[in-house]
């Protein structure tokens, strides 16, 4: 499956992004979807991730509260509602595939390119 994000920009903080990932190649239903970001020089960081039925979701403790992952299967997209945005989610923003949920990066056997996300006034 590939993986494209996209949706990334620059937003003020407080501010409102919805990214997605969209997938070619096979059913993006065939696949938990997880969301991660990265700084340069930095590994990867988790972000939320949904089950391939969308019945269940995690998210990292810093965006609990602010950030929404959804899917909608017959889109073949994964979205990520982000909402009260703050400087220190600057990142690049992953989207990737795993056949597990989970919030390791080594669950996830396919990643997309990412879009970035800046946040500043």
């Known amino acids: 499956v590939q993986l494209q994000a996209s949706g990334g920009g620059l937003v003020q903080p407080g501010g409102s992004l919805r990214l997605s990932c969209a997938a070619s190649?096979?059913?993006?239903?065939?696949?938990?979807i997880g969301w991660f970001r990265q700084d340069p020089g930095k590994e990867r960081a988790f972000v939320a991730a949904?089950?391939?039925?969308?019945?269940?979701?995690e998210y990292a403790d810093s965006v609990k509260g602010r950030f929404t992952i959804s899917r909608d299967n017959a889109k073949n997209t994964v979205n990520l509602r982000m909402n009260n945005l703050k400087p220190d989610d600057t990142a690049l923003y992953l989207c990737?595939?795993?056949?597990?949920?989970?919030?390791?990066?080594?669950?996830?056997?396919?990643w997309g390119k990412g879009t970035q996300v800046t946040v500043s006034s």
């Open positions: 949904i089950s391939w039925s969308g019945s269940r979701t």
């Open positions: 990737a595939a795993s056949t597990r949920l989970g919030g390791l990066a080594d669950f996830y056997d396919y």
């Open positions: 190649g096979r059913t993006i239903g065939e696949y938990a």
